[in-house]
């Protein structure tokens, strides 16, 4: 009866062993895939596509950045950074981004429009591999206080 039990035990306890290190393997593959997948050409790959401001106060600063870095093994080119309208500015890097090197969109949303959710966008133009990329920022502005007079 001991003998069993023990069996069991070493079963058990071996397969809990093998299965962790699988999946140690694959976490590790997932990781490695993402920090080094590379593109023939120019190539963006942003720490975060979207930028939630979460709840602001009125007339706040409205500056954020999107930080990227260039996958490829050409220099990236910016021609054009555009907002989807006037109360979105984006800013951007005129010089070309090395391979490997890093990056900032500069995005500033005009907070002087209290009271409401927004939901705005940001359309890069570049020389990569996928010419166009857009960029998402979203938040909600709260309303100016009524008490100023």
Known sequence: MKKIITLAMLVVLGVATSTAQETSKKLKATNTKVATAKV??????????????????YNSDGKREFVFTNNGNKPLIITNAQGSCGCTVPTYPKEPIAPGAKGVIGVKYDTSRGGQAFTKTVTLTTNAVVPTKTLTIK????????SKS
Request: aromatic letters at 8%; glycine letters at 16%; hydrophobic letters at 45%.
């Open 40 to 57: 023939n050409g120019a190539g963006m790959v942003f720490v975060s596509e979207t930028i939630d401001y979460g709840t602001v106060a």
């Open 139 to 146: 938040g909600n502005v709260l309303a100016a206080e009524s």
